[in-house]
């Protein structure tokens, strides 16, 4: 009985979700077969091109690469961002002078830099670390600081009032208040540096994921285009879902 | 329990554990207080009360040494105070809790950063979150619970460390009126069964009156200690004593010290309830 | 007593003071942290980097002629119109469909997994799709404009939608209002100040979406400006551009950030967010 009104309630809630996936779906397949096949494919061809990409191993060995190259520039992203962001909050002298500056660089369209890496540093690996952590970095750095610099000053006090050390006080009240802001800079610098990694990908050298499709395009192979559109949106969802439940995670104590 | 629990000991037990001489203080052109002098001896309840922002919350940041004052110097138990010592812990009125912790690792605190080991920590916590009343909790985030309980949660920090001096800044100030007669209740029977030094400063007459041994009036721009009450009601206080005569007329007494500054309508005074 | 607790609440008597410090104590150290900012980028790329790179001395030479530079101009011109055209699409589709979302719950359960899984696909990922179907013309470049800020809209104004809170649309069921008029005089002012912040984030991705498909298409516009210059070792000249890019960000920034001061006193994002 409990069973079958959960049903009942889990289809009322998810049913139109999987409705409109299956409505999506048959709507992809149907324009797909009726369409030019040099400008849209069918589901049912994405899949089997992706399907023939996968057992090629081409598939495995671009995404290998693109990992390689997204892992690097974000890890670097939050080594740098983390710590600059948490020192910023408690020196105020330091944070007041290159707040500005940081936020000037926040708001400026990362991928304009793209051209002089490119004519600085050439094609290798590095460069596009670069782009990756240059996209990357200043959500971390922004959220960072918003979140550090709104701790409650009476949790500092009392901090004090307890007699903690300043070594205490870093990771026993702002590391700990500042993470959930952290986390949403995180989420943020996600979406930002796959971004910044399809375009290091396409503006600098080709490699992995972006190469896959801009090989495909030049090709005119629509199926390929497709299915590696599909992968790289099935990555960034997901990489949206684990963002978020960092958020939610680090969060939990926050109402 | 070294180092952390003084008043145990019985023996030598100095006489006068907070010492304030000529204290005063400035934030520019503004000042806030000057020529305070106050002694509150061992285990004795003192309680400071005054119209609101008449700096009575500054005068405990003072004496504590999260402020520094700009005349006069503070001794507790004889060490002059500069930034605040070990010792001595504070409860605060907006409870001061760290939103990330849990009420036990809230209490857990104020140990870690006295230093004691993992053992003492694990030891002694339990014993000040159920001392409090807050058995059943250990695991609560602030959020979850009411003011009341945070307020609860916020002493038990405070005494976990076993201090010789507590300094109480309006503890009760941000919680509603039932559970501020609970709280003050509570706080008389933990002290009945813990007694230690302390320093009370409230805006409200009536829990002034019923806490203190003394009650200290502080009145004025920049501000100064109008009156000394001494309160001689007897301990244990309960709910009886409110209903005490001499009660009514200690709160009196406070209530016209209070009045007779010529502006007291205008620091919008809570009436005894 | 509780107004008394709120009075108590607040530091007491003085705490002003720092406060004051505060705002006068802020330019002296931003000037010396932009000089020393200034001054080591100008060391390093002397020191380390050819005499192609921007740095500020040369920049600052190449200001004047830049920006009276025709080719500049016009480059200018065809990425920010394209951008506004963009802009004003993504805003009109997007405000629609983030009402419908956010006041149906069956829209919102049919079309809130598409519209979050589109925001989560880097937008740069569709250029070679679009460039497929438009060729490498400007169109390709206003669909990329328009992929990017969209998403970022139609969540916001659903959000915004969604947030209007019980009370005011119960307030309005009592008055005997209609539902058109509820949504106009209610549901709609309560989504304003989320549009904005839509509409701030949008406008950065749009800019972004211009710029990758200029570097992509290779057709006019600022970002080629800034590929064409820097390939051709004119760094000044396309630091330039980049610099007009980030003032336009912080432009729009700054001038939502005014219209919620200006329009929406009654609003405190902060406060909601804390």
Redesign the interface.
Known sequence: MRFSLAAAEGARRHGPFWLSLVAGMALWEIAGRNADAAFLVPLSATLSRLAELAASGVLWQQFASSAALFLSGFALALAVGMPLGLLLARVRTLRVGLEPYIMILYATPMVALIPFILSLMGFGFAPKVLVVFLFAVFPVLYNTIEGARSIRPELIEVARAFRSSERALWFDVMIPYTLPFTMTGVRQGIGRALVGMVAAEFFLSATGLGQLIMVAGQNFDTGGVFAAILVIGLIGVGLMRVGLMLEQHFARWRH | MHAMAPQQTGEARPAVRIRARNLGK???A?E?FRGIDLDVGDREILSIVGP???????LLRCI?G?LATDAGEVLINGEKVT????GV??V???F?L????TVYGNVA??L???GASKAEIAERVPYFIALVGLKGFENA???QMSGGMQQRCGLARALA?EPSVLLMD?PF??VD?QTREILQFELLRIWEQRPTTMLFVT?SIEEAVLMGDRVIVLKGRPASIAETIPVDLPRPRTRETLRAARFAELREQVWSTLLSEARAAEF?L?PAR | MASLDALLAKPAAGAAAPQARLRTGTLVPRLVTGLVIVVAWETLVRALLPAYVAKPSTVLLAVPKTIVDPAFLAATADTLSAVAQGLGIAVVLGTLIGLVIGRSPLADRMLRHYVNGFYAVPMIVILPLVSLWFGYSEATRLVTIVYAAIFSIIVNVADGARAVPRDYIEVAQAFRSGRLRALFEIVLPSATPYFLAGIRLATGRALIGALVAEFFTAIGGLGYFILYMSRTFRHDEAFVGVALLAAFGIGIDALVAWATRRFLPWYRREERSS
Request: glycine share 12%.
């Open positions: 400035r934030y520019g503004l806030v609101s922002g008449c700096g009575k919350t500054t504590d999260l930034q605040p010592i070990a812990a504070m605060f009125q907006h001061g760290f939103p990330w912790k605190y104020g870690k950063m006295a985030y602030p959020y460390i309006e100030a941000a009126a805006h919008q809570e």
